[in-house]
């Protein structure tokens, strides 16, 4: 089993009038599914804006991870020395530890997010980040 709407849960929003902290999953939570951002505890709206923040933030540093990442050797998993050598000591390629297929897999649940809740920050950043030229269709149009 696949699950169609890949989903991601933000952790430890804290409510700003009663301080209850709590997970929020931003595509299957029943309240959030009907656009209703209230606290369970106290039903004092979250601030839309402050989440938004933190989900740019997270993409934003799951990217620079990926920019940064190290390459390691297919055959030993030793990691990538230095930048001339085209083969590992034991002869192997080396490769990304996240692929580009992951991290675009991983990217996919912020797009499903930015869309549901209607995100234009986050929209822009994923587009950004997956369209640096702005040469593909928008996706999020």
């Not at 923040?53 to 020395?81: E, F, M, P, W």
């Not at 000591?89 to 692929?99: A, L, W």
């Not at 990217?107 to 809740?117: P, S």
Request: glycine letters at 2%; aromatic letters at 10%.
């Amino acid at each position: 089993f696949k699950d169609p709407c890949e989903t991601y849960i933000l952790p430890d929003v804290i409510c700003g009038y009663c301080n209850y902290c709590r997970d929020l999953d931003l595509c299957r939570d029943p309240d959030l599914i009907l656009h209703t951002w209230k606290c369970n505890q106290c039903q004092n709206q979250y601030d839309q804006s402050q989440i938004e923040a933190s989900l740019v933030q997270i993409v934003t540093k799951r990217h620079v991870n990926y920019q940064v990442q190290d390459q390691v050797c297919k055959r030993c998993g030793d990691v990538r020395s230095s930048v001339l050598t085209e083969y590992c000591k034991c002869s192997g390629t080396f490769e990304n530890r996240i692929s580009p297929h992951k991290f675009r897999a991983d990217m996919q649940k912020f797009i499903n997010v930015a869309k549901f809740h209607k995100f234009e920050w986050l929209s822009e950043t994923l587009n950004d980040i997956l369209d640096p030229l702005g040469s593909a269709p928008k996706v999020f149009e």
